[in-house]
Structure formats: C-alpha cells, structure tokens
C-alpha cells in the first residue's frame, strides 16, 4: 500500500503540475519542447528534487536529473518519464511517471527503505517530438541513435531550429551528443506510463508490466490517376485514384484484422482536391504496427497487393514508399521478470505489449529496461480525454516503491 503521506504529495504534486501549459480552449496541453510551457514543467521538476534533497543536474542533451545517492557509484536504479506533450494532449501521458517516481521516492522514504544503489528520476526533453518533428530527441541523443548535427537541423514550423530553440531556452546546442559514460552508471531504467490502450481494463487490474514495443513503420502509398470534369467523364472513362485509395484503406483494415495486426490510414493529400474534379493524385499515409517483424511485413505486403491489383482496374498507378521503421523492442527479460515477480506476490501482474513507442524503447538499447503501465479505462490517450483513477495512480505509485525497493535496497 501506498502511504498516506505519499498519497497526499502525489495529489499536491498533480495539482501544480495541471495547470502548465493547458489551453483553456480545448482542455489540452500544450508542452512543447523548450517552449515557455516547457520551460515551466522543469522549473517544476528542479523545484520538487530541491525540495526532496535530491542532487538537480541537466545533462548535455537538456534531460533532467534528480539524484539520490552518489552517481559516480554506478549501477543506478533510475526512473521517470517525460513532461512534453502532444498537441492538445491529455494530462498523463509523460506527467504520470514523473509524479509517480518522486511520489514513490516519498513512499521508500516512509517505509524507511535504505537504498544501497543510488536512485534517480529522470525528465527526458522532447519524448513526443511535437514541436520538431522527431520522437524521443532526448534520449535518442543520449543513447547515440541520432547524430547531434543532424538533430541541431530540425526545424519547427516556424523554421526555428532545434539548437535556435535550445539556445533561446539557455541550453547549450553545441554540447548535445551521446552520453555513454552517463548510461554506464544505470544499472537498470524503469519507466511507469498510464496505459494507451484497455488490455488491463479488460483484465480489471490497475497495475501491469510491459513485455515489449511492437514493431512500427509508416508507409507512403501514392494513387496517380488522371484530373477530368466530375460532371462529364463517362464512368467508364475515368482513372480516378480516390478509388483505388478508397478499397486499399478497407483492405488495410480487413488485412490489419486478420493477422491481428493494426494499420491505419490517418493521413491523406489529394490534388487537386476540388468538389467538382476527379482527383489526379491521392497521397495516403499507412501506420501499420504487429507483434513481430515477420507479421507486420506480411500485413504492409498484403495491403500493398491489394492496392495494386485494384490500381490496375482503376487504371491508376500505385507507387509504396517506407518513410519509417521502428524494430520490435524486447525489454530486458531478466528485469521484466524481476518486476513480475516484486509485484505478483499474490496474483500474477499482467504482462502486456504495446503499440506505442517511449524513451524507454530507445534506452532498452544501452540499458536494461523496463515500464509499468497503470490502467486506463477508456484507453484514449494523446488527447484531453485521457485518464486514469487516482486510486489506480496510487496503486502505481505503490508498484513502483516496490520495484525501486525492490531493485536498489535489498
Ligand atoms: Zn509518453
């Protein structure tokens, strides 16, 4: 169980947190990376590792460090998240594991836990990639994923630069880069995250662990027809590529259900997009994602054909681009199975997998790593929508004092 004390300063910490960067209109957030709002969820996070005692540092990728213990002992035991969101994004997503990780540095305080590793929570920059583009800029630097002069050229859609944007926010753009000897002193990274989806909803369970990140990509499908008169083309006559779009996006659903497998067309350009004009082109973006490799090439392969054999009735030409691909990530199985264990002393803790990517992904890498996700009854997130019960919250919290317990006092 989680203390009161606990409780009672993870609800404090919630409430200051809730009102920066929210738009008033929508309900949503609005933290982009290094932005005013931005600016202010880390003066927020420096702020509660000051008042718990914890050593502030940022590091040179703008990732925020709040230390318990001496880092330079190695084999750290860190947690966290991050606080950036999407446009109009909800209230957890990122927020809920931050909180939790200094709400359950409060929990092992009250149980009065003596660590022998040192602990740490971490706010990770840019994880949502709103601003520029790009997910996880933070920990993709840190773990050497993405070259620091190529992530200084991202651009907003201002044409602000990311180094214009870290220079403005008093971050030193000239010094991102790989952090190896920074990740040699984690000894395992474990990031708490309300759920994306409703597998534990459906399980009834507030708690569960992360098995691994499915594989994901994005496609570009491109229809190339021939622009003609709505009112006089003959049917017969047409070459009108929203057809051939239209029969792929429910081929894509029919074939994503059958392997059970997802894609998803949300995305689309039409030219010359007029009511009264058959389209010459139709542009459509698929974001596929499966269990494995071998499922999702096979579903992308399927979609593909059908697009094509419906193209060439049409008399439209069908071009498929990969602009994107994120291999299958099997967090850490011996650290999986130790938070499995730590948490299903009575019932066993659900472990799941999820379609969406975290910086947790992109440290699995360099260290091991593992997520707790707490549950999510409707399953909506990235909008304002998203929530999750304080109660199911605190039984995070509490999850997450036992992992770190767990993990670094025994
Ligand atoms: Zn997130």
């Not at 502030?56 to 925020?64: A, I, V």
């Not at 860190?78 to 927020?95: W, Y």
């Not at 602000?160 to 010094?175: F, H, I, T, Y």
């Not at 074939?255 to 459509?284: C, D, H, M, W, Y």
Request: charged share 25%.
């Amino acid at each position: 169980m989680t203390s009161t004390a606990a409780g009672a300063e993870f609800t404090a910490m919630w409430r200051e947190l809730a009102v920066i960067g929210r738009h008033t209109g929508s309900g949503g957030y609005r933290r982009y990376a290094w932005t005013p709002a931005d600016a202010d969820c880390r003066a927020w996070f420096r702020a509660q590792a000051e008042d718990r005692g914890l050593a502030y540092e940022t590091d040179r990728n703008g990732n925020q460090w709040a230390w318990l213990g001496d880092p330079a002992a190695g084999d750290a035991v860190v947690t966290g998240s991050h606080l950036d969101s999407v446009p109009d994004g909800g209230a957890f997503d990122g927020p809920l594991g931050v909180v939790s990780s200094f709400a359950a540095l409060d929990d092992l305080r009250a149980r009065g836990a003596r660590p022998r590793r040192p602990l740490a929570v971490v706010n990770f920059v840019d994880e949502e990639g709103a601003r520029f583009g790009l997910a996880c800029v933070g920990s993709r630097l840190t773990a050497g994923g993405l070259a620091p002069q190529d992530a200084r050229k991202l651009v907003d859609a201002d044409g602000v630069s990311l180094a214009q944007a870290m220079e403005k926010a008093g971050q030193d753009p000239d010094a991102i880069g790989p952090d190896p000897e920074r990740l040699a002193r984690v000894g395992a990274f474990v990031e708490l995250h309300v759920e994306q989806g409703r597998a534990l909803d459906l399980l009834d369970r507030p708690v569960g662990v992360a098995s691994a990140i499915w594989p994901h990509g994005r496609w570009r499908f491109d229809f190339r027809g021939e622009a003609n008169h709505a009112g006089t083309t003959r049917i017969e006559d047409r070459r009108d590529p929203m057809l051939t779009y239209a029969t792929t996006v429910l081929a894509a659903r029919k074939k994503a259900r059958l392997a059970g497998a997802l894609a998803t067309f949300g995305k689309v350009a039409v030219e010359p997009n007029g009511v009264n004009a058959i389209a010459s082109q139709v542009r459509g973006w698929l974001d596929s994602r499966a269990a494995d490799e071998e499922t999702l090439d096979g579903v992308v392969a399927a979609i593909e054909q059908a697009a094509r054999e419906r193209g060439a009735r049409d008399g439209v030409e069908v071009s498929v681009v990969r602009e994107s691909f994120t291999p299958v990530v099997e967090f850490a199985h011996d650290l999986r199975d130790r938070l499995a264990a730590l948490l299903g002393a009575g019932v066993p803790v659900p472990v799941l997998p999820t379609g969406a990517g975290h910086d947790a992904g992109i440290l699995s890498a360099a260290v091991p790593t593992a997520m707790l996700f707490v549950r999510n009854p409707t399953g909506v997130s990235h909008s304002p929508a998203e929530s999750a019960a304080e109660e199911d919250c605190l039984a995070g919290v509490s999850a997450l004092a036992d992992v770190l317990e767990g993990l670094a006092c025994r």
